[in-house]
């Protein structure tokens, strides 16, 4: 929000009445959350589906897999309650950098395809034309990272700068609607540590040698410490780099194990039917945890990483979750559903978990250098669900 609000420039008073500074000041300070929730409601666009639904008004969507601002898994309830025509295409990137070049005309002579499906479906369903809408499928999504670069160089030097040009788009994937976009799932059971301190692993249900590798455990971090696993750097910075070829790179051996947990898998191979990548991620990742903290609250973070030979890392989807009302030295179990995703992972790649306490994109109810624990009990055995297709 501190970001948004520098973003648009000036100061409150000019851009705001009193009634909405007065939200923004209880959104900014953490209070009177139920007159802010009220507040977002009345503004929704899922409060007034059954008109939407009523008027039989055709509602297209353009959003990214990595969005800062409008998460996808809540745009997808509003779009699952559509009864009406739609359409939803989901890009590489964060918050308007698909449509942005085209919106403000900065890569003039080019077409910017976002842009372009929008006006086709304004034509077909204002205008009447026939220009192939009538054919499209409901759901369209790039997969993450498919594109081809290459590496752009210093015009001086002629040595590469460190950011790479698309010179091949992304493949995209359309289904008849977005149930059809996961197929299958795997589950994977979560480890306690390793020998010598090492992360715990991530085991393919059915690859335990031992019931005992995945309950029973127990892992502890020191929390309201950030770390080297984060959504983004900055806001929007990080999804245009990767919607124009350059995704961030993080270095997982810089992430501090004393503020997070993290659990990897063997080096990936294909399923049956998966053809080359290691992994087809396709959907709504799930995760259960049972979690007790010596303070009242305790924010979870949890980040999935597609890992590399070398150790180096790219983000697959990630999700926040506060868990408050927590008594020392008691157990709480939860479960909740990471970002949608359309990710290959390579062959011989690893997938990699990452939970720890805080992240700069949210706030959370994490209490500093107080100690959380994550474990698996045998009565609510801690899983990964990994959605395939």
């Keep these: 929000m501190k970001?948004?609000?520098?973003?648009?420039?000036?100061?409150?008073?000019?851009?705001?009445?009193?009634?909405?500074?007065e939200i923004l000041a209880d959104f900014l300070a953490d209070r009177n959350l139920d007159r802010i929730v009220e507040w977002g409601r009345l503004r929704?666009?899922?409060?007034?589906?059954?008109?939407?639904?009523?008027?039989?008004?055709?509602?297209?969507?353009?959003?990214?897999?990595?969005?800062?601002?409008?998460?996808?898994?809540?745009l997808l309830e509003t779009f699952d309650g559509l009864e009406v025509p739609k359409r939803l295409n989901l890009w590489i990137g964060d918050h308007a950098a698909?449509?942005?070049p085209g919106l403000v005309g900065t890569e003039p002579g080019r077409a910017n395809l976002p842009l372009t499906e929008a006006?086709?479906?304004?034509?077909?369903?204002?205008?009447?034309?026939?220009n192939g809408v009538e054919e499209w499928e409901q759901v369209c999504g790039q997969v993450m990272f498919t594109y081809v670069t290459e590496p752009v160089l210093d015009p001086g030097t002629g040595e590469p700068t460190g950011e790479n040009r698309i010179v091949e788009e992304a493949s995209r994937e359309s289904r008849a609607d977005w149930s059809r976009v996961t197929t299958g799932v795997?589950?994977?059971?979560?480890?306690?540590?390793?020998?010598?301190?090492t992360d715990g692993r991530l085991l393919p249900a059915g690859e335990t040698t031992a019931p005992s590798e995945v309950i029973g455990w127990r892992r502890a971090f020191l929390a309201g410490v950030d770390t080297?696993?984060?959504?983004?750097?900055?806001?929007?910075?990080?999804?245009?780099?990767?919607r124009a070829g350059s995704p961030k790179t993080y270095d997982t051996r810089k992430i501090d194990r004393r503020h997070a947990v993290v659990w990897t898998t063997a080096p990936l191979t294909p399923l049956a039917g998966d053809g080359a990548a290691g992994r087809r991620v396709r959907g709504v990742p799930r995760l259960r945890l049972t979690v007790r903290s010596t303070a009242g609250s305790a924010g979870l973070v949890a980040h999935l990483f597609d890992v590399a030979?070398?150790?180096?890392?790219?983000?697959?989807?990630?999700?926040?979750?506060?868990?408050?009302?927590?008594t020392p030295d008691q157990d709480r179990t939860v479960t909740w559903r990471l970002q949608a995703a359309a990710y290959d992972i390579a062959p011989g790649h690893r997938l990699m978990l990452v939970v720890d306490s805080k992240d700069p994109l949210y706030g959370d109810a994490s209490v500093t250098w107080t100690q959380t624990v994550?474990?698996?009990?045998?009565?609510?055995?801690?899983?990964?669900?990994?959605?395939?297709?």
């Design 44 to 74: 929704a666009p899922e409060s007034y589906l059954h008109l939407t639904n009523e008027n039989e008004t055709p509602t297209f969507f353009s959003n990214t897999w990595h969005e800062g601002l409008f998460a996808v898994n809540q």
């Design 228 to 242: 080297e696993a984060t959504a983004m750097d900055g806001l929007m910075r990080t999804g245009q780099a990767e």
């Design 119 to 130: 006006y086709a479906w304004l034509d077909h369903h204002l205008k009447g034309e026939r």
């Design 374 to 389: 994550l474990s698996s009990p045998e009565e609510a055995p801690a899983f990964l669900e990994l959605p395939l297709g």
């Design 3 to 21: 970001a948004l609000l520098a973003l648009t420039g000036g100061p409150v008073e000019t851009k705001f009445d009193k009634a909405n500074q």
């Design 98 to 100: 698909p449509e942005g």
């Design 309 to 326: 030979e070398d150790g180096t890392a790219r983000i697959i989807t990630h999700e926040p979750l506060n868990v408050y009302g927590l």
């Design 186 to 197: 795997e589950v994977f059971g979560l480890t306690g540590d390793g020998a010598g301190g």
